[in-house]
């Protein structure tokens, strides 16, 4: 599996972006997917993830009622809006692959796409 991700940008605290992945591969929808970020000098941390099925969902605590992760199986895409925007959700924004569980640990997932610069504004 490929992933691409893209959507990034500047926003001003308490406005919304939406992240895109795009995925190859025929089997895109037998993966979890998820999203992960990385600040400068922080380590890579847990955002979301969604089953393959699109059923279930899970979020860090940071995220929770602001951040909404979907999927589109037949696209091979995987969404991430994020509203209610803070400027310590600045980071380097990643979605990555996994076969099963919903699991947020970084070791975890198989695939990784490039990152996608989200840069909030205060």
């Known amino acids: 599996v490929q992933l691409q991700a893209f959507g990034g940008g500047l926003v001003q605290a308490g406005g919304s972006l939406r992240l895109s992945c795009a995925a190859s591969?025929?089997?895109?929808?037998?993966?979890?997917m998820g999203w992960f970020r990385q600040a400068p000098g922080k380590e890579r941390e847990f955002v979301t993830a969604i089953s393959w099925s699109g059923v279930s969902t899970y979020y860090a605590d940071s995220v929770k009622g602001r951040f909404t992760i979907s999927r589109d199986n037949a696209k091979n895409a995987v969404y991430l809006q994020m509203s209610s925007l803070k400027p310590e959700d600045t980071a380097l924004y990643y979605c990555a692959a996994k076969r099963y569980g919903l699991g947020g640990e970084n070791y975890e997932y198989d695939y990784w796409g490039q990152g996608t610069q989200v840069t909030v504004s205060s």
């Open positions: 591969g025929r089997t895109f929808s037998t993966y979890t």
